[in-house]
């Protein structure tokens, strides 16, 4: 069973930054794509960023391209997303994921098997 613990969410004004950190507990994840998704109340969870297996691949969701970026250290078993140029609209609870297959790329929450508990993000004017 793969464990993926998040940390680094909080409160944060307009403007600010945040760095949000995934801790997966396995042997073989540098073989698998991450992935981050947020959710806000009433929204469907929604793709924010995804890294490949040995992190020379990153893609984004327009509305984060240009203020976040997706890295992994596979010495770590960690995935991390850094988040400048915060916005009100990007609050939400934001988990990491783990592709449910090795060495492939997943953008929507059914390519991904295993999920964080998630972490706050609140964003204030």
């Known amino acids: 069973q793969v464990q993926l613990v998040e940390s680094g969410g909080g409160l944060v004004q307009a403007g600010g930054s945040l760095r949000l950190s995934c801790a997966a507990s396995e042997r073989t994840f540098s073989s ?16 924010v960023a995804a890294i490949s297996w ?3 691949s990153t893609y984004y969701a327009d509305s984060v391209k240009g203020r976040f970026t997706i890295s992994r250290d596979n010495a770590k078993n960690t995935v991390y997303l850094q988040m400048n140029t915060l916005k009100p609209e990007d609050t939400a609870v934001y988990y990491c994921a783990r592709r449910s297959r090795p060495l492939e790329l997943g953008y929507t929450p059914p390519d991904y098997n295993y ?3 998630g972490t706050q993000v609140t964003v204030s004017s």
């Not at 698998?32 to 009433?42: C, E, H, L, V």
């Open 115 to 117: 999920w964080g508990q």
């Open 54 to 56: 040995g992190g020379a």
């Open 32 to 47: 698998y794509a991450m992935g981050w998704f947020r959710q806000s109340p009433g929204k469907e969870r929604e793709f």
